[in-house]
């Protein structure tokens, strides 16, 4: 939901309407209403909700009117759909399976509008500020580091002297505000600051490998486009991913050689993944996370994998939400999720998890039953029949991948007859006619 709009100004006043409420009631539970408040705001009205809660929200409304006469106009339509969808959780995700999300046609356009061309910075002015006598932090804010030397930008987690602290050198908190980054490998760094990337964009190859942050470190809001490498990255105090939007290739946070035998406080601090949304590969293959871990309210529109994944005991997790249509081998992936999970305390999530499992085994029986009928045809064949080459429809599932309908077997592809069909009726074949 996109902020400082009538429909979420109104999702604001339905949230603080039901936790008033929930407050001014000693019976009622308020962390189960803080739950349900956090989870309106993250997912709007379109996510599953328990009779309960369909309870709760239209006691609120009904507060909002009696008491308040205030009409919440622009989320009505939404609000109407929700109390009379089916409250069972198999028929929410029966539609979550047959009706496709919209696809992002055009990524660079998408990317456009969210980050509105920041000014161009110096490799002077970055020097300057890295080499600036003061104990204060170093800030930027809507800059463009895409043309600045990769040594320069590493100037700015190095020591400072501090002036006025009989010269001693320091090490200054660094933060960065929707600026853009192209290329940018900050690999086997060792940052000694709180550093923030809110809301930035990372382009092309992002690198973080084997680096150690030793302090805070948060990407809240940034957005990875290109393939993104956290492969090894240790973290030893907090480290936030909240509304990360990943898209390329794929986003790796994977384990191998990294030793966090000695890693202390893992009981103080958080991992926070809330509310990200992985459009990339998304790959998190043997990592250990700590103590306090939050992977609620993340959305997997591609392959993800969590193949001898450690989480711990108790863990915020659920509200997962999956583009199965999308995603190849998704009964593969989300075997991965329930294992990694298996050890901990998250009904919730689990159960959601079983859904999902349930409805990708269904999926992968169609196909087969699909295969036998003849109804899956080869790249070759389809390419020969639209009269397109194998390149344009390599490419065309890489960028449209709605258009026809597919599914991936290990490394091979194949299209659905049917679909093929359907789209020669909207776009006609390309073969030459033989006069």
Known sequence: MAPDTPYYREILILQSTLTKLAAQNPDEDINQIIELAHKIAHRGLRSYFTNQEKQKIQNAITCL??????????????????????????????????????????????????????????????????????????????????????????????????????????????????????????????????????????????????????NDVSFKGSHFNGTTHFEDTNFLKNAHFEHIKTFGYAFLFNQYTLDISKNDDWFRYVWSFRGAQFNSKAAFFRRVFPERVNFSYITFNNTFYFTDCKFPLKI?????????????DFEISIRTLIAALEQCYCTRAKNELQVWEQKARELSTQTIIDDEKGELLSPRATAAILGYSEASLRTMRSQFPDKIKFVKRGNRVFYYKSSIDEFLKLIPSKKKQVI
């Open 316 to 328: 915020e997790a659920g509200y997962f939400d999956f583009s199965p249509q999308k995603i190849p």
């Open 65 to 214: 009117k009696e008491q308040e006469h205030l009409e919440l106009s622009h989320i009505q339509d939404d609000l109407t759909q929700m109390l009379n969808n089916d409250t069972s959780a198999e028929k929410f995700f029966e539609r979550r399976f047959t009706i496709p999300k919209r696809p992002f046609e055009n990524i660079d356009t998408y990317i456009e509008s969210k980050f509105n061309n920041p000014s161009q910075i110096t490799n002077t002015e970055v020097r300057n500020i890295a080499q600036e006598p003061k104990n204060t932090p170093i800030e930027f804010n809507d800059k463009d580091f895409t043309d600045i030397f990769l040594e320069n930008i590493k100037l700015l987690f190095g020591k400072s002297r501090y002036r006025e602290n009989n010269g001693e050198y320091q090490y200054r908190d660094i933060t960065f505000y929707r600026c853009t980054f192209h290329n940018l490998n900050l690999s086997n760094m060792h940052f000694k600051s709180n550093v923030s990337f809110k809301e930035c964009l990372f382009t092309g190859n992002t690198d973080f490998r084997n680096s150690v942050f030793e």
